[in-house]
Structure formats: structure tokens, C-alpha cells
């Protein structure tokens, strides 16, 4: 399998801190924003983007991770009849009039961030929601734009791109392998 670096430990940690003072920069006011990563990496990556924001402001944001896959439109595999195993959300935090932070690893298709919407409305009505995007690698199948994006890669739909944190995987970077 051919793989290629595209985020070293350094750049990842540096990306965070930059999409982190993006948010900082956009909001006047942090009191109405929460934090929700996208289980398992997207989660990892809110949570170092919560302790920039954190170091930036002296304010801890509310946060939580929510697991998406009794959300998504292709959770049963139909040739195993394999059920998925539901972790649920880390704490219950109403959303309601607030400016939800919501964040992935990978933006491709928009299938999971269209999952993440529909587990979004268990938690109450936010006023909005603005999405960070660590990678969007294109191939959209559904209408969703990042409002933060860390890199942009073009790919095939035959490559994958892999993003590791310390958390998941002991280490940082992004790679892109051949399928």
C-alpha cells in the first residue's frame, strides 16, 4: 500500500491552534458556544481545539462527543446483517439558542455530518451550527461546506485519507494510502 504524509505532528498541533483562534476571532462572545466532536477522532481533535481556545481565552467551553451511528443511512451492513455498537454522546448538554461547534476529522461525502445533524436534535434546537472540517478532501454527496477547514487534499475516491491522533492512536499526522 503507497502511502504520503500530509500532516506531520508539528503541522497538526499548529492547524488546531489556528482553526482554534479562528473560532475565537469569529465570536465577540464565547458564553453561548458548544463543543461537539464527532466520535472517535473528530472527538480527540474538538477536544484539542477546546484546551487552544481554553489557552487563548481563559474560558472552558462546554463540551461534548456524540456517536453518530444509529444516525447514518448505511449503519447496517446488508451482506453480514452486522448491527453497529451505539456508544452514545459523553454528557447531555442542551443546545438550545446556542452556536454549536460540531467537528470531524474527514469531510468527504457529507453523510456523516448529515448523521451528526439528525443525533444533534436529541440534544435541543442550536441557534446554529458551524462546522470544522480537519480535512475536506471534496466528493461531496450532500449540500455541506466546512466553516473551518484545516486542509483542503484533493484525492481520488479510491485513496483514504487517515488521521491519527494521540489519543486513538499514540501519535499525530495525517496520511493518504491507496484503497
Known amino acids: 500500500m503507497n502511502k504520503q504524509d500530509i500532516v506531520d505532528s508539528t503541522q497538526f498541533i499548529h492547524t488546531v491552534s489556528r482553526i482554534a483562534y ?3 476571532e469569529k465570536h465577540d462572545d464565547l458564553s453561548s458556544i458548544v463543543i461537539v466532536g464527532i466520535k472517535r477522532r473528530g472527538a480527540d481533535i474538538a477536544h484539542l481545539l477546546k484546551e487552544q481556545i481554553q489557552k487563548f481565552t481563559n474560558k472552558s467551553l462546554p463540551s461534548f462527543d456524540v456517536d453518530i451511528t444509529l444516525y447514518r443511512d448505511d449503519f447496517i451492513d446488508e451482506h ?7 456508544y452514545g454522546a459523553t454528557s447531555f448538554i442542551n443546545i438550545d439558542n446556542k452556536t454549536v461547534i460540531l467537528v470531524d476529522d474527514v469531510l468527504c461525502t457529507g453523510r456523516t455530518i448529515r448523521a451528526a ?7 435541543g434546537r442550536a441557534k446554529r451550527v458551524e462546522l470544522v472540517a480537519f480535512i475536506d478532501r471534496g466528493h ?3 449540500p455541506i461546506q466546512a466553516d473551518y477547514v484545516g486542509k483542503v487534499v484533493a484525492t481520488t475516491l479510491q485513496q483514504d485519507v487517515q488521521v ?3 489519543h486513538s492512536d499514540g501519535f499525530y ?5 491507496d484503497a
Open 22 to 24: 479562528e473560532i475565537v
Open 164 to 166: 491519527h491522533t494521540e
Open 140 to 142: 461531496r454527496e450532500l
Open 173 to 177: 499526522d495525517v496520511v493518504l494510502a
Open 117 to 123: 445533524l439528525d443525533a444533534l436534535v436529541s440534544f
Open 80 to 86: 453480514t446483517e452486522l448491527y453497529p455498537t451505539y
